[in-house]
Nanobody, 121 residues
Framework: QVQLVESGGGLVQAGGSLRLSCAASGSIFSINAMGWYRQAPGKQRELVAAITSVGITNYKDSVKGRFTISRDNAKNTVYLQMNSLKPEDTAVYYC???????????????WGQGTQVTVSS
């Protein structure tokens, strides 16, 4: 069993900052890419930022320069530092990780339960 547990969401004023964390636990052999997605009401889930196992990052254009994704491989944890938040960043944020549970097993995607981020104007 693998679990992803997120924390750090909340309510913040425009221009403020939040830091999201997501810790993977359970039967884990290796973690490949990790990332953060978000879903606003009435919209599709979209990729916000991703990071490979060696630290290569990728960002949605609208968050470049404001958000920073990082990971601590020793703790199986990925972070999303969000600065200069805007009302349009309001959404449920989901953690995603591509995890192999043991050697020889194909890796698959796992999802966290989601954490609400609300940015007031």
């Amino acid at each position: 069993q693998v679990q992803l547990v997120e924390s750090g969401g909340g309510l913040v004023q425009a221009g403020g900052s939040l830091r999201l964390s997501c810790a993977a636990s359970g039967s884990i052999f290796s973690i490949n890419a990790m990332g953060w997605y978000r879903q606003a009401p009435g919209k599709q889930r979209e990729l916000v930022a991703a990071i490979t196992s060696v630290g290569i990052t990728n960002y949605k254009d609208s968050v470049k320069g404001r958000f920073t994704i990082s990971r601590d491989n020793a703790k199986n944890t990925v972070y999303l530092q969000m600065n200069s938040l805007k009302p349009e960043d309001t959404a449920v944020y989901y953690c995603n990780a591509n995890i192999a549970q043991s050697m020889g097993f194909r890796a698959r995607d796992y999802w966290g339960q989601g954490t609400q981020v609300t940015v007031s104007s």
